[in-house]
């Protein structure tokens, strides 16, 4: 595709006590080339100066309406029963690869140079990361980084097959941090924090 592709930003994530964020590895690339160009173009007029809202429609209009491209939006939210516009999901590598190759150098590099600097953006509460090979090394970091941080390594939906009971401990892992956070939190109300992608 040959741009970083952003992710999702839920419309009232900034207005939640307890903020969700859910790190994914990296963006996978369809085999439809007319739909990687169109999709290459949204990305590129968002780096160039557009606002987020548009990004949001985008991947509402592809996810959240029955489109056959970025299904995994659907299938945490069916799975964790989520409220997706009250969460925010990253990857830990902006850009596709050829044949989805994610070797740990590349991750660590990413992280390094970029998905350090915007998990600090966001500042959520709870992070968890969907990829348990690939992201074992990862949750000893985050929590150096960000000491607090409620980080959870889980395993992916489709790589590792997040399964449904697996997914039921999750969901009460989280009611458990959320209501931590419902009493102490302080969150910022109508933030327009996904500005931020733009630095």
């Known amino acids: ?3 970083p592709q952003p992710r999702w930003i839920g419309s009232k994530y900034w207005q939640v006590p307890c903020r969700i964020l859910l790190v994914l590895i990296n963006p996978g690339q369809s085999i439809d080339e007319e739909w990687n160009q169109s999709e290459a173009k949204v990305f590129s007029q968002f780096h160039n100066g557009g606002r987020y809202d548009c990004l949001r429609t985008h991947f509402r209009q592809c996810a959240l309406k029955g489109g056959s491209q970025h299904t995994w939006l659907c299938r945490y939210r069916d799975l964790l ?29 990413c992280f390094k ?21 690939d992201f074992r090394d990862f949750k000893r970091k985050i929590e150096t980084l960000r000491p607090g941080l409620a980080v959870r390594v889980i ?9 449904a009971e697996e997914a039921r401990e999750v969901r ?24 931020r992608w733009l630095t």
Request: charged content about 20%.
């Open 1 to 3: 595709m040959g741009v």
């Open 81 to 109: 029963t989520w409220d997706i516009e009250e969460i925010a999901q990253i990857n830990m590598a902006w850009c596709a690869t050829v044949d989805n190759r994610h070797p740990h150098g590349m991750l660590e590099e």
């Open 113 to 133: 140079r970029h998905t350090a600097c915007l998990l600090g953006a966001l500042e959520p509460h709870v992070v968890l990361l969907s990829g348990k090979v």
């Open 155 to 163: 395993s992916h939906y489709a790589r590792n097959a997040l399964s």
């Open 172 to 195: 009460q892992w989280l009611l458990k941090y959320s209501a931590r956070f419902a009493s102490t939190a302080q969150h910022d109300v109508g933030r327009d924090s996904e500005e």
